[in-house]
């Protein structure tokens, strides 16, 4: 199972450093939303894929999955949210003032302004 | 008081709510700004006080066991940044009520800047690995919010800049927490050290080495170190001064401090990644000096000095011996003053002059005499001349150099002083010497109360130098914490 | 700007609109021993309004809800500063919450936390951002 996840991941990652790599902003955001749904992927993996009972205390079971992974993946999901959000924000903005969507053209020297 | 620790955090974090309340007030904001800050400032001075007496604090916050919960850590070292933080934090916010414009401070800007208050102590406090995640975002999100604030064409196009890098080094971030995790299941930063600490008795296995470059990638973009700080002289020129104050003087050195944790507390087993710490240092420092030099323009310049300060800390760091951590931490302190001081006076020269570049300004000092010489102190403290601070920290660190018998990079950082005193002493040669002209912004700047701030500043950082002897057993605890994990991990985990 | 005129998602939504608020009301409070809490149970009460913004324009939603969200966001952050800092007045470590067993007429046997005073904070924080994004795009066009 976590060889399968790790080529989930590296496909991810691929998929995100080429849209990133591209010019088109709204793609930019886009690549790094997929940046960090491997991020969130990879901390699952490395957790460890058990399968057992919630992590509750005082319970009976056997096993338990470990929280700790959820708790993290949890945090950086909403961390995550509110920066692309801000990002798609700003992107819109960035795109009324400066009329582009394409980052070739926000190239400048400071001496442009 | 068991929180004591916490309060740097949480002040800024209750003023910063309040505040949102009040945008449409701006007295009341600056009223309530300045007493929040106090309150910060004294402190992070009790917490000093209580870390000198009773040795490293810990606070487990929300009432769980050590290695389970978040854990929240005082050591002298953060301490002592804590409490430079929040006194830079102090002189910029009265910088800010002259300069600043009242846009800004009706859309929230005194809420964000608390908030990056609250991310940069949080970060210098924080125990957990991933809980300094969580503050790195918390510092990160406003300082976006920072620079963009005001909405001017520039500030968008760098801002889209920044937030890109920042975000793909978060992500980076997470996964080397992932990958820390999975090597010895666990987060708090104590028990990460012991636990490497065991398996690492032959040698510290290769995955940990991985780890290591992964964080000083992380780490070194936030802290523009040599091949990661392309995107720090664009992004910083965007913003108004005394958020470029606080940027400069505060969130590098986050970067720097987070290298510096991770590396004395989990990596020390490992000399080689060390030496790739020490390289990558001194290639800032050239590389630095030689934007420092080649610049026209004021800001420019003291943006490069930036980063040859941060080769100079990470390079005394990096030989990792008595003297030279000393120096490192001495040194750190010295350029969060100087860096805020100097980033406010090129404020206060824009503001009189309306341009940052160096060939439009000229003989400032025939009508601003007071501007002038504490300009001149300023440099001269940056480039580490006696008795002024700089020069303490870079000596030690020197010389530290020299006992680890790293004597090339020793020598560059000598000379690399020698060419930073070059930078700033042409943007006073040919700045405040020459021929007066007359500038069209001139009438509007409220030069002598916006040179209140600078001026706190500079003899704060005079003060800081002169006074050394008597600073330095405070320093040496730091120094002693960070050479000596056990003292920490013993504090944390209470074994 | 109400251009369209679509009557079947109109109605509909009128109807879906206080099933979604009600879910989002009992996730919230279900989180507290099972999964919810104050982050889901505030996303979907901000996904019911941005349903309404979707129907009807952000005028019409702005006279059904004269709610200033950028001022939620900060009563959440104080609602959940302050509960976490009244540990500080016991002196708790920063976070530590109060829980006990409550019998109340009607209802019955409660556990009451003040934890979930803290996930209302988080709750109104998370509404409040979340329409302030949505707001802050849709508004000019």
């Known amino acids: 199972m976590e060889i399968v996840m790790a080529f989930v991941i590296g496909i991810l990652f691929m998929t995100a450093t080429y849209l990133m790599l591209s010019k088109s902003l709204l793609r930019i955001i886009v690549g790094t939303g997929l940046l960090s749904h491997g ?13 057992g009972a919630a992590p509750i205390l005082g319970g009976n079971a056997e096993s338990y999955t470990d929280p700790l992974p959820q708790a993290l993946i949890l945090t950086a999901i909403v961390i995550s949210f509110g920066v692309t959000a801000f990002f ?14 394409n980052v070739e053209e926000m190239r400048g020297t400071q001496k442009d302004d | 008081m068991t929180n004591l620790i916490i309060l740097p955090i949480l002040i800024p974090l209750f003023t910063g709510a309040i505040l949102i309340f009040l945008n449409k007030r701006i007295i009341a904001q600056r009223v309530v700004a300045t007493i929040s800050s106090i309150c910060s400032v004294i402190a992070a001075w009790l917490v000093i006080q209580k870390v000198r007496t009773e040795g490293v604090q810990s606070l487990n916050v929300s009432s769980w066991d050590a290695p389970f919960g978040i ?16 006194i830079v934090a102090f ?9 600043i414009g009242q846009e800004h401070e009706k859309y929230y800007y005194y809420a964000v800047y608390n908030f990056l208050i609250v991310g940069v102590n949080g970060a210098f406090t924080t125990g957990d690995i991933f809980n300094l995640f969580v503050f790195f975002e918390v510092m990160l999100m406003s300082s976006y919010v920072l620079l963009v604030l005001g909405g001017t064409k520039i500030q968008l196009r760098e801002s889209i ?61 936030k802290g523009a170190i040599f091949p990661l700080y392309f995107w720090m ?16 003087a505060l969130l590098t050195k986050v970067g720097v401090y987070s290298i510096t944790r991770t590396y004395t507390l989990f990596f020390y087993h490992d000399m080689e990644t060390f030496g790739l710490l020490s390289i990558l240092a001194i290639l800032s420092i050239i590389f630095g000096v030689i934007g420092a030099i080649a610049y026209w323009d004021i800001k420019n310049i003291i943006i490069y000095n930036i980063i040859v300060a941060v080769g100079v800390i990470l390079y ?21 003053l100087i860096k805020a001081a100097l980033f406010l006076l090129v404020g206060v020269v824009i503001s009189i002059t309306g341009t940052s570049n160096l060939k439009n300004i000229s003989g400032l000092i025939n009508r601003y005499p007071g501007l002038g010489w504490t300009f001149f102190i300023a440099a ?19 010389q530290g150099g020299f006992e680890g018998e790293s004597l090339i990079g020793a020598f560059i950082v000598l000379m690399s002083s020698l060419l930073v005193l070059f930078s700033v002493m042409k943007i006073f040669i040919n700045g405040f010497w020459g021929k007066d002209r007359t500038y069209r912004e001139e009438e509007e700047a409220p030069v002598k109360r916006l040179l209140i701030a600078p001026v706190i500043l500079v003899v704060i950082s005079a003060l800081y130098g002169i006074g050394s002897e008597s600073i330095l057993p405070y320093i040496s605890q730091a120094a002693d914490t960070l050479l000596d994990p056990d003292i920490y991990i013993n504090a944390v985990l209470k074994e | 700007m109400r251009n369209t005129n679509n009557i079947i998602l109109e109605t509909a939504v009128k109807v879906l609109l206080f099933f979604i608020a009600l879910y989002s009301v009992y996730i919230f409070t279900a989180g507290h021993y099972y999964p919810g809490g104050g982050f889901i149970g505030g996303l979907m009460t901000a996904g019911a309004i941005v349903l309404l913004l979707i129907t009807y324009d952000i005028k019409t939603v702005v006279g059904i809800l004269p709610v200033n969200f950028r001022i939620l966001t900060a009563i959440g952050l104080l609602f959940a500063i302050g509960t976490s800092a009244g540990s500080l007045i016991f002196d708790a470590p920063f976070l530590t919450h109060a829980f006990g067993d409550v019998h109340l007429p009607i209802l019955g046997d409660l556990s009451l936390h003040t934890a979930t005073l803290f996930d209302l904070g988080v709750y109104f924080v998370v509404v409040g951002v979340t329409m302030t994004i949505i707001q802050t795009i849709g508004e000019d066009e």
């Open chain 2, 316 to 336: 005394g760091v990096s030989i990792l011996n008595t003297t030279s951590i000393t120096g490192a931490v001495y040194y750190l302190i010295h350029d969060m």
């Open chain 2, 161 to 221: 800049k920044y937030l890109l890098v920042n975000v793909i080094s978060s992500a980076l971030f997470v996964i080397a927490v992932a990958y820390l995790y999975s090597v010895v299941g666990t987060l708090n930063m104590a028990h990460i050290s012991s636990r490497i600490h065991e398996i690492s008795i032959n040698g510290m296995p290769g995955i940990l080495t991985v780890i290591a470059v992964m964080f000083l990638i992380v780490f070194g973009l």
């Open chain 2, 233 to 248: 002289p664009g992004s910083y020129y965007a913003p108004p001064a005394p958020v470029l104050a606080l940027f400069g």
């Open chain 2, 71 to 86: 854990t929240l850590v005082s050591d002298m070292f953060s301490a002592l940044l804590v409490f430079t933080t929040s």
């Open chain 1, 88 to 101: 798609l924000v700003l992107a819109y903005r960035a795109y009324q003032e400066l009329g582009t969507d």
């Open chain 2, 380 to 398: 001269l403290a940056l480039a580490g001349i006696p008795p002024l601070s700089g020069f303490v920290g870079k000596l030690l660190i020197v």
């Open chain 1, 39 to 51: 991020a969130h992927l990879l901390i699952l993996t490395m957790g460890g894929l058990k399968r």
């Open chain 2, 91 to 99: 002189v910029c916010l009265l910088y800010s009520f002259k300069s």
